[in-house]
Every structure is written in C-alpha cells, then in structure tokens.
C-alpha cells in the first residue's frame, strides 16, 4: 500500500513538473524541446519520416506562437499522459553505438 500510495505521490509531481515546464501549452513533446547535441541531431536524422515531420511541426507552431506571445486553449495542450517519448529509443541506440566505437577506439 505505501508503494503504490508513493507511486501515484511520484506521478503527481511528475505531472505538475510537466505542466509547469510550460512546453506542453504549445502542444510540444518532451523530445521536441531536447537539446541537440551531437548524439540528440544523430537520432533525429534516424527518426521515421513521419516522426521528423511531427518534430519539424510542433516546433514551427510552437516558434509561431511564442513569436505572437501566445499559448495554445487549455484543451490543445500536450497532456502528460499523451507523452511519447518518440526521440528516446533513437538516441540511446546513438548513444550506445559511440560508447562502442569509444570503448573500440582504447584497444
């Protein structure tokens, strides 16, 4: 009981911590606003072209609307639940195989 007790507490503060990040008030993803290091811009060229396109979308609403000074209907906001991480799986296959050629370059 104290676990799942603490577990909704955790996914509470998760939500509120989304919420007050602000990026979901222009109907960005998380992975939208990710900094693009090297490894982040080498997962996004491996992105499908229809999460690319998504990606390239969001952010050019999202610039339209902070160029405006504007935020979407609270009903057009990205909810915490709708998340989807799209950028993750990419990225940690990136990050994985420059370890590898890391660990390799040593020998």
Do not use: C
Request: no cysteine; hydrophobic share 35%; proline share 2%.
């Amino acid at each position: 009981s104290d676990l799942s007790t603490s577990g909704k507490w955790l996914d509470r503060i998760q939500k509120w911590y989304y919420n007050a990040a602000g990026f979901n008030k222009l109907r960005l993803m998380r992975d939208d606003t990710i900094y693009e290091d090297e490894d982040v811009k080498q997962a996004i060229r491996r992105l499908p072209e229809n999460l690319y396109n998504d990606r390239i979308f969001h952010i050019k609403r999202a610039l339209d609307l902070t160029m405006k000074h504007q935020i979407l209907p609270t009903e057009q906001w990205t909810k915490y639940e709708e998340e989807n991480f799209y950028l993750e799986l990419y990225l940690k296959e990136v990050i994985r195989e420059r370890k590898e050629r890391e660990e390799w370059a040593k020998k």
